[in-house]
């Protein structure tokens, strides 16, 4: 898809508008921009392109053991399904080519990633109904995240482990991390270990630190109340 | 709820050859802790606007400013503006205070190890200055800074001069790339022999914070793991683009 530059600017300013409530916009003395490189196509409002890939974590990288590691499926203090390392291989992978955006401004374009969808989880622990209405993923190190279920459902989200043809880095949450690539990059939890379904919503990590409940880039919801 | 407020830039100050600071009147900026950072937008004008956050150089208490630290890179869109542009009385839009976990306050204790690479080095001297600000007896701390020469130590003289005047403060700089005639610290990347001889003259920290470019985080928070640190008393903070 190749969307015009008048377009997006124009979706921009229009998106601006829309936002900004009729307050006074303070242009920057001297500032025209620096674009470059310029996007394939459009990125969401406040994003700059980035051809590195930056990390983001609050802490130490964890270390996991691939012979111990298994990630669950909770609701309601049960677990429905329960997969180790190998099991996870075996059930059917899913590519994703999608750009990603990260909440610290930057987003990446044409990225590649490989995992199980969380409709072939349910699938293979014979769920049949979503556990709730929303989810908490969990990781090793104590991250959490909490998202609407009906994101990480109907292809939109995988279980990763593969990153441009490789195993993920630790420092980009290898060995597994949740993907949901339409939502800031926070809520792709790192090292996840589980997926706690919930009748409510309740905040995760970063939320609890004001980040937004949601996370939409298109809409910049950063922060809470954005 | 964080509102964008207009910035107005009060003073420009060079800290080193790549690295200015800019003292900011924010009329309503709330209160924040030491580690936390401001979002800054800039709009041009066919109305494009360009977003950084940038972490808080100043003491959340006893500065008449808000102070943020910038160092140029080369290619950027934001901080060669604010390297080869922005003067006094500048306006920008701005936002915070933000983040949550990578901040100190002084209740919590010390002793307290600050390890920082580069302009990393920001956040922790908000805390080193919230600390220094305080009343009554400071928790031992120690800075372990690692630059790539002495010209680009930021805050330099005023990071010596705390640490001449207080007993409980220890400073430690690491030259990676070039070292002066007759330099007596340390001159290589922060490894555990550097870390030991820093954790042995402050004691077990009760918190670490650790800031700089991707690659020295993962090293020195992994580095104080092996040491025996427990994970949930290290706080990283990384920043730049990796080559990954």
């Known amino acids: 898809m190749n969307i015009p530059f008048d377009h997006y600017m124009c979706s921009r300013l229009l998106w601006r508008s829309a936002h900004t409530g009729g307050t006074e916009i303070v242009l920057s003395r001297g500032f025209f921009g620096n674009r470059r490189p310029e996007p394939t196509r459009p990125i969401p409002p406040g994003q700059y392109l980035e051809d590195g890939f930056p990390v983001l974590s609050a802490g130490p990288t964890p270390r996991v053991d691939l012979a111990t590691w298994d990630m669950s499926i909770e609701a309601d203090g049960e677990t429905l399904g329960k997969w180790d390392w190998e099991q996870l291989q075996a059930l059917p992978a899913t590519d994703m080519h999608v750009d990603i955006h990260c909440v610290t401004k930057w987003s990446k374009q044409d990225t590649d990633w490989r995992g199980v969808t969380i409709d072939d989880l349910f699938e293979s622990a014979g769920i049949t109904e979503p556990p709730g209405d929303y989810v908490m993923a969990y990781s090793d190190g104590g991250y959490t995240t909490n998202l609407p279920t009906e994101d990480i459902l109907d292809g939109k989200a995988l279980i990763a482990y593969e990153y441009d043809g490789e195993p993920i880095e630790p420092g980009h949450g290898g060995p597994v991390r949740l993907f949901v690539p339409h939502l800031y990059f926070w809520k792709s939890a790192k090292w996840v270990r589980g997926l706690r379904f919930m009748e409510e919503d309740a905040p995760g990590f970063w939320e609890a630190y004001g980040y937004h409940m949601y996370g939409d880039p298109w809409k910049e919801q950063r922060y809470a109340g954005d | ?244």
């Open chain 2, 1 to 244: 709820m964080v509102e964008w407020q207009v910035a107005t830039v009060k003073r420009v100050l060079v800290e080193t050859p790549r690295v200015k600071s800019f003292g900011l009147d924010v009329p309503d900026f709330g209160r924040f802790r030491a580690g936390q950072h401001v979002d800054i937008r800039l709009t041009a004008p066919d109305g494009y606007q360009a977003q950084r956050s940038y972490s808080i150089a100043s003491a959340p208490e006893g500065a008449d400013e808000l102070q943020i630290t910038v160092e140029l890179i080369e290619d950027g869109e934001v901080s060669p503006y604010f390297h080869d542009v922005v003067r006094e009385g500048d306006q920008f839009e701005l936002r915070g205070p933000i983040g949550g976990p990578f901040t100190w306050t002084v209740n919590q204790g010390g002793p307290l190890l600050l390890v920082g690479g580069g302009s990393g080095v920001v956040p922790l001297m908000s805390m080193l200055r919230r600390r220094a600000a305080r009343e009554g007896e400071p928790v031992e701390a120690a800075l372990l800074y690692s630059s790539r020469s002495l010209d680009e130590v930021i805050y330099r003289d005023e990071l010596e001069r705390m640490a001449g005047e207080d007993q409980r403060f220890d400073l430690s700089l690491t030259l990676t790339r070039e070292q002066p005639p007759g330099w007596s610290g340390g001159a290589r990347r922060v490894d555990m022999q550097m870390l030991d001889g820093v954790i042995d003259r402050l004691g077990e920290p009760g918190m670490s914070y650790v800031c700089g470019p991707t690659g020295f985080v993962e090293s020195v928070a992994s580095l104080l793991v092996d040491r025996g640190l427990a994970p949930e008393t290290i706080r990283t903070e990384r920043f730049g683009p990796t080559g990954t």
